[in-house]
């Protein structure tokens, strides 16, 4: 999960709950809100990539 740190506190709370779930990985970026992937494309890749490689390579 990638959220920025100017998400809302309702879905900030929202993402902290999902984030406790197992497997779950979070990427909190200094910047953003809601629609982080629109906002900060290049900054998302950076964040996914990897993850998406790990799972992929498995």
Do not use: Y
């Not at 999960?1 to 309702?10: C, I, R, S």
């Not at 197992?22 to 990539?49: C, D, M, T, W, Y």
């Amino acid at each position: 999960m990638v959220d920025g740190d100017k998400t809302p506190p309702k879905s900030r709370a929202e993402m902290e709950a999902l984030a406790e779930l197992p497997n779950v990985q979070v990427a909190r970026l200094p910047r953003g809100k809601l629609s982080i992937h629109e906002e900060f494309p290049e900054a998302v890749e950076q964040a996914i990539v990897p993850f998406l490689r790990s799972e992929t390579s498995q």
